[in-house]
């Protein structure tokens, strides 16, 4: 059996939210804000954040979080309060969520693309009593009728004011942070709500601590790291992968307000960027950039990916243009504070198809439908265990019941696990297609598209068959235009079984749409085609 990959740290055996037993690293921080004292400690006068032309060491940073939090307080905000953010990639994202930290607050992160209903609906949920918003999203700030309990809010990035973020930064700095156990709830995440309404997963302070030093052991982060974040720092990715795992290694973080091929390259080398982590279609649209052969990008080590199968040949491009990057798979989900399965680089050509081993201190079981394990092979949901998994979803006892096992969290993902401990994910439940009665795993085609030179991207779903019950069809968008579909037909003729061929292929010239994490919307495809 192939191991995990080694801990930097050391493991033991702990009781979490008080009916799980599971490994976690025994020297660490004990909360958020341990993370951001102990960056200052070690590296106070070095780089943290920079953002366009504003830079700040980590005394900067600390100094600046705690007059927030002194603003913060004065408003009456205390241990275990909500403070919702609707923030985009910006220095201000960080420092609220650090002094939000400091507080013992709770912090509610929200995507810009979010609506007036969809904030609505998490304040309330969430009961938060401060909301830090963008001054040009103000339209969509909900009103005293909407929010009831919303007792303040304040814009950033417009002009200077009373309630703006500037004002915050007044307050003279709180010297003591609050007294936090490291179970209690850090952050409150609302997952995408694809059936019935978002669930706000509750990320305490030791899963947010696991999952920064997973990362930093899998990936052997220093503070000589810098890290950019192109992915949105509201969304479990940006803020573990990015934020956290800076702060645990006192790193500095670059910030990319929007990811723009051209602006990141740019700034990549300019910052001499050396990790990052992205969905794979970030990397495809840097390398369409005709000039990326100028850009000095010799001090990137490190390349994360996931959400979708990463194809050879931009595997094969990358290795060629930037031989010092290592292309690393992580599999994760906001339930499981982002990690729990990472593919060290030098597996990635073997293992293209597996999203690595489970992380260290991570159990991974293959289940069938009646909750028995599965033998290695075989198809079944994936369930994870670990410290990074999170106790259950905010004021919804009935969806943590049905999610949570025995401390296992239950993913909806089809996967197997191999005899080396490799696993692979074949699926979301819903969106298996069932041809006939043959089971068709949309990943596995998906993989095999991938693999085709002249392939960008790709999705398959499943379009209705009144006789079949579904036919496979797939939405590629091409390398070169004159791509033709026999062509992509007969690749995959060669490598699946004939009932895994895409009966409709459709050539797109546009991107394939996505939500704010870069995952691909199967849901929008399928009303698109259902509507021709």
């Not at 909360?31 to 590296?43: C, G």
């Not at 392939?455 to 235009?481: D, F, K, T, W």
């Amino acid at each position: 059996m192939t191991k995990s990959p080694v801990p930097a740290f050391a493991l033991a055996r702990q009781v979490r939210f008080k009916d799980r037993v599971v490994p976690v690293f025994e020297n660490r921080p004990k909360s958020v804000w341990e993370l951001v004292a102990a960056a200052t400690a070690r590296r106070g006068d070095g780089e943290a954040l920079i953002c366009g032309g504003a830079r700040m060491t980590w005394n900067e940073v600390a100094h600046a979080s705690r007059c927030i939090a002194a603003s913060m307080d004065a408003m009456g905000i205390r241990r275990g309060d909500r403070i919702a953010l609707q923030l985009g990639n910006r220095n201000e994202f960080v420092l609220a969520w650090f002094a939000a930290s400091h507080l013992g607050a709770i912090t509610v992160p929200l995507s810009t693309r979010h609506l007036r209903a969809e904030i609505a609906y998490a304040i309330n949920n969430s009961g938060a009593r401060l909301f830090i918003h963008e001054a040009a999203l103000a339209d969509r700030v909900p009103d005293a009728a909407e929010t009831p309990d919303l007792a303040w809010r304040i814009s950033a990035g417009g002009t200077p004011g009373p309630a703006t973020f500037e004002s915050l930064l007044t307050a003279q700095s709180r010297p003591e942070p609050a007294a936090t156990n490291e179970e209690d709830t850090n952050l409150i995440l609302y997952t995408s709500g694809t059936t019935g309404q978002p669930k706000g997963a509750m990320l305490a302070h030791c899963n947010i601590i696991h999952s920064a030093m997973v990362y930093e052991s899998c990936m052997g982060l220093t503070e000589a790291d810098r890290s950019i974040a192109a992915v949105p720092l509201a969304h479990v990715t940006g803020i573990i992968a990015n934020i956290a795992s800076m702060a645990r290694c006192a790193g500095a973080l670059i910030i990319v307000p929007e990811f723009k091929a051209a602006d990141f390259l740019a700034v990549a080398e300019r910052e001499r960027v050396t990790q990052t982590i992205m969905v794979p279609a970030m990397y495809n649209l840097c390398l369409l950039q005709s000039d990326f052969d100028r850009f000095d990008l010799s001090a990137w080590r490190i390349g994360g990916y996931g959400g979708a199968p990463m194809p050879i040949a931009t595997i094969e491009r990358l290795a060629a243009k930037l031989p010092n990057l290592e292309l690393s798979n992580v599999y994760g989900a906001t339930e499981t504070t982002s990690p729990c399965t990472f593919l060290p680089a030098a597996l990635s050509k073997t293992h293209l198809d597996s999203v690595g081993l489970p992380c260290p201190g991570t159990d991974i079981l293959i289940m069938d439908e009646d909750g028995r394990e599965l033998p290695h092979g075989e198809i079944g949901e994936v369930w994870i265990h670990g410290g990074e998994v999170v106790k259950g979803y905010w004021n919804n006892a009935k969806a943590t019941d049905e999610s949570f096992v025995a401390g296992y969290w239950r993913s909806g993902d089809l996967g197997t696990i191999d005899s080396e401990n490799f696993v692979r994910i074949l699926d979301r439940k819903k969106d298996m297609i069932n041809r006939g009665g043959l089971k068709i795993y949309s990943a596995e085609v998906e993989s095999v598209l991938a693999s085709h030179p002249d392939v960008l991207e790709s999705a398959v779903i499943g379009e209705p068959c009144p006789v079949l019950g579904e036919r496979v069809c797939a939405v590629i968008v091409p390398r070169r235009p004159d791509l033709e579909v026999y062509e992509l037909r007969a690749w995959c003729s060669k490598l699946l079984a004939d009932y895994k061929v895409p009966e409709t292929i459709t050539l797109s010239d546009t991107p394939l749409p996505r939500n704010a994490n870069g995952k691909v919307l199967k849901r929008q495809l399928r009303e698109q085609r259902a509507a021709v």
